[in-house]
Structures are given as structure tokens and as C-alpha cells.
Nanobody, 112 residues
């Protein structure tokens, strides 16, 4: 059974940084993992995705301030967020793509 646990969220002021971690179990190191976020009243959207071979891709809005990393063949993923803005406030989730399993999410709140 695939399980994912996110951590690292919190409250920061605009311009600050946070590092999120997604620890996964029950999946192989080849399973792609995506980071998503959902702001109040909005749909969940993809932030970035990592693959088992170490490749990553970011959504357009996340290219300049978000870095997703993952050791090749491993299941733990990291999302570094820099120069945060109030509009980045959301619950951030990770998902194991093959099984479509979600973690419980971690809240990120950015104050102006």
C-alpha cells in the first residue's frame, strides 16, 4: 500500500523560503511523484513532478521560484520554495502518480 507524508509547511512572510518534504513508502523508486497545491476556493494544480531517473519538470508559474529534487531511484521528494508570495498560500500535496495516491497535505501560509 502506497503512503505519502508531507512535512515542512508553515507560515512565513513574503520573500521567505520553505522546504517541503514528501516521504513515500510502498512504491518503487521509479514511480513519478508530483507536488500539487490547492488554494482556498481554487482547484488543485500541479506545481512540479519528479521521475525515478532524476528528471524533473515544473509548471510555468513554478519555474523561477520552486525547485523539486529527488535522489535517483529514491522515493523521498523535496520541494524548495523561494521568494514566496501571498498568492502561494495553499495546502501543498504530493501524489504518487502510478497509484494516484495522495498525502494528507501540508499548509503553507505567506503573509504580506
Amino acid at each position: 500500500q502506497v503512503q505519502l507524508v508531507e512535512s515542512g509547511g508553515g507560515q512565513v512572510q513574503a520573500g521567505g523560503s520553505l522546504n517541503l518534504t514528501c516521504k513515500a513508502s510502498g512504491m518503487t523508486g521509479e514511480d513519478p511523484v508530483g507536488w500539487y497545491r490547492q488554494a482556498p476556493g481554487k482547484q488543485r494544480e500541479l506545481v512540479a513532478r519528479s521521475y525515478g531517473n532524476g528528471n524533473t519538470n515544473n509548471s510555468d508559474f513554478a519555474r523561477s521560484r520552486y525547485i523539486i529534487t529527488r535522489d535517483r531511484g529514491k522515493t523521498t521528494n523535496y520541494l524548495q520554495m523561494q521568494n514566496l508570495k501571498p498568492q502561494d498560500t495553499a495546502v501543498y500535496y504530493c501524489q504518487a502518480e502510478w497509484s494516484k495516491t495522495w498525502g494528507q497535505g501540508t499548509q503553507v501560509t505567506v503573509s504580506s
